[in-house]
């Protein structure tokens, strides 16, 4: 079975056909205040193998990735041997340079 932790609340149900699939309105931060996902901390052989996350904000710049990603790994959700996709990450910025939008400005 599939669990998705969803903390915008957009999507509510999985594609059709997809009976295995669970989405979990939750804000991976508060996972402890969830009924299925107290279960999950409570019963070790129900936590989670793999962690899939695209915490991109619009902008590139991670939008609330490190605190989102921490809180689910201090909650007890996880397998100790769990992987996470992906494993690392690395934002920056690089100035941009336009002759035409210089000349235009």
């Known amino acids: 079975d599939i669990e998705v932790l969803n903390r915008r609340g957009g999507i ?11 989405v979990i309105g939750c804000d991976m931060r508060e996972a402890t205040s969830h009924p299925l996902l107290k279960f999950m901390i409570q019963n070790e052989e129900f936590r989670a193998d793999v962690v899939v996350s695209e915490l991109l904000g619009s902008f590139g710049d991670n939008e609330l990735s490190p605190e989102c990603l921490d809180g689910v790994q201090r909650c007890g959700i996880l397998k100790e041997n769990c992987v996470s996709i992906p494993q690392n990450y690395t934002a920056f910025i690089a100035p941009v340079s336009s002759s035409r939008l210089y000349s235009e400005a």
């Open 12 to 22: 509510t149900s999985p594609r059709p056909g997809l009976s295995n699939v669970t």
